[in-house]
């Protein structure tokens, strides 16, 4: 038990991080989107909410202070390194080079503050020095929730008081006429502070990349955009032709050209993967993707992956994994409708593919009135094996339908740890026989100690006709999965009693027996095992194999 405590405190050290890579990654789609999106889009708005509800989430009400060097992030709670991807390292590094090296959020995260300062990493980051540095252009905006370069937090909280008083007396002051909206801030102009700074400054002075003097192709075809996509040199001017590339393909969505645009999406997909493109051209390229499959695009993929098998179906995964959340829904809806087993595995396969976004929306989906919906969402979730799930499938395991109940248990089974074994525990008394046989078996995958006993009481059950035979064979042999050293006096009492009633049904159960008993390799049941190994016939053979087994895990491999 101790080992089981120790191991979920293991395991919450290490979420953390795994947390603070999901939400550094939100915040990077984010800054990319402001930069990429024209002001109103939608878009931006949708990726600003995102960013600021996962971060929130990870945070979990506490500050988060991370220390920020070339390498990635640093979370100071623990010391530990944030889980790297592409995008947290674009993050690193769009801070780094603005001189950022540790960044305090607190546990109060303003989702306009973090708007106002993801739109200062959206400058030129030569611009940032004559604008007085992060530091000082975070306070002209009157960011009080994140902090930059700040040790101290008692200092955090003093300058902050300062900011949000500076902040009311100035919107106290300003003189608003009747009917006129409140003044706007004065912002800088990026252009006009960048024509004033030599083209040498920087701080890594790995950003001067030359530009390419050829004009952009307005209007221009989506595959012709793509191949000078590939081709492109320049961060900036790949930029441009992301953004028109984007347009393009929403231009083939309106008149319904989706077949046109898979190979896009391909291409799209392969420059965002590839390594020796930098951080920043497969970002745009993301961003390029994300626009072209969005909307009326995944509902038609989603319709094609229904459809279509083969290798076709690995490039449809592809897609749906990287659009990751937004392709849930459509998906799960041709799932609930899908009339041919073909199509639901290949929809659940999809799913699958997705992973853990997917598993919010389809535990929504173990309440559906529809038991097949909640038996195929019970099945997804098991292959997708998040733990998150665990109590929603476990509210599931009183569903009235044992079709459902028993493809719940095998997800539970699937999935593992101490929530998901407790309840299947408690079916070992359920009053569906299929259902107390999924769960016998499940418990012997998982290896469970905690079903030990309860699987022995269920053998040893008096029952003189073995009526219940397939009942108790199924705890015996996961009696011999678990490998608990307490089933061997079960088994041997199993093994050694004689019945003159229904002896077909108890020699095949002694079978099970003498096979379990061989797979624990306990040296006390040796002598019983020698003894009828002695004999003949299947329980005679059984024995015998069962002492070679035991022998054969007890020796010294020294001898």
Not at 93 to 118: G, N, Q, V, W
Not at 334 to 350: F, S
Not at 529 to 536: N, S
């Amino acid at each position: 038990m101790e080992i089981g405590r120790e191991g979920e405190r293991m395991r919450d050290a290490a979420a953390p991080p795994r947390r603070y890579g999901a939400a550094l990654a939100e915040l990077h789609k984010a800054q990319k989107a402001l930069g990429f999106y024209p002001d109103g889009h939608p878009r931006r708005a949708e990726a600003m909410d995102r960013a600021c509800g996962v971060l929130r989430a990870a945070m979990g009400g506490r500050e988060l202070v991370l220390v920020v060097g070339k390498a990635g992030f640093l979370a100071t709670d623990g010391g530990a390194a944030v889980e790297q991807n592409p995008m947290t390292l674009s993050l690193a590094r769009e801070l780094f080079i603005r001189r950022i090296r540790r960044l305090t959020l607190l546990p109060d995260l303003s989702c306009t503050d973090l708007a106002s300062f993801l739109t200062l990493l959206t400058l030129d980051h030569r611009t940032i020095p004559a604008i007085g540095g992060m530091e000082g252009a975070m306070a002209e905006k009157g960011i009080a929730t994140i902090w930059a370069n700040e040790i101290d937090l008692a200092a955090i909280l003093r300058k902050r008081r300062a900011v949000e008083e500076h902040a009311g007396e100035v919107a106290a002051d300003a003189p608003v006429a009747a009917g006129e909206p409140p003044p706007v801030a004065e912002t800088v102009d990026a252009v006009e502070v960048a024509a004033e700074i030599p083209p040498s400054f920087g701080v890594l002075g790995v950003f001067d990349e030359p530009a390419s003097p050829e004009p952009l192709p307005e209007g221009g075809e989506v595959e012709e955009l793509l191949a000078l996509l590939d081709l492109e040199y320049a961060d900036d001017r790949y930029g441009e032709l992301a953004r028109l590339l984007g347009g393009a393909c929403g231009r083939l969505k309106e008149q319904e050209e989706f077949e046109r645009l898979l190979p896009i999406l391909d291409g799209l997909l392969g420059q965002a993967w590839n390594r020796a493109k930098s951080l920043v051209k497969r970002s745009y390229a993301l961003l390029a993707f994300e626009q072209a499959a969005a909307g009326p695009m995944v509902d038609y993929l989603s319709r094609l992956v229904e459809e279509r098998g083969g290798d076709e179906r690995e490039f449809l995964f592809a897609i749906f994994r990287q659009l990751g959340y937004q392709s849930v829904e459509p998906l799960i809806e041709r799932l609930a409708l899908a009339e041919t087993l073909v199509a639901r595995k290949n929809l659940a396969a999809a799913l699958v593919a997705v992973g853990e976004e997917a598993v919010g929306l389809l535990a929504e989906r173990l309440a559906d009135e529809r038991w097949y919906v909640v038996r195929n969402v019970a099945s997804i979730l098991g292959e997708i094996g998040a733990g998150e799930c665990v109590g929603s499938l476990v509210m599931a395991l009183g569903h009235p339908d044992g079709r459902v109940r028993r493809e719940v248990v095998r997800s539970l089974a699937m999935i593992g740890g101490n929530e998901a074994e407790r309840p299947l525990v408690t079916l070992l008394e359920d009053q569906d026989l299929s259902v107390r046989r999924q769960a016998i078996v499940s418990l012997g995958q998982m290896r469970s100690r905690a079903a030990v006993e309860p699987l022995c009481a269920l053998v040893a059950d008096r029952d003189p006709l073995l009526r219940s035979l397939p009942l108790k064979k199924d705890a015996v042999q996961s009696l011999g999965r678990i490998g608990d050293s307490r089933a061997v006096p079960v088994l041997v009492e199993l093994l050694s009693g004689h019945r003159w009633f229904a002896r077909h049904r108890w020699e095949e159960l002694r079978l099970a027996a003498a096979v379990a008993l061989g797979l624990l390799g306990d040296p006390q049941a040796l002598s019983l095992l020698d003894r009828l190994a002695t004999r003949e016939g299947r329980l005679a053979t059984a024995c015998g194999e069962a002492v070679a087994s035991i022998r054969r895990l007890t020796e010294d491999p020294h001898d």
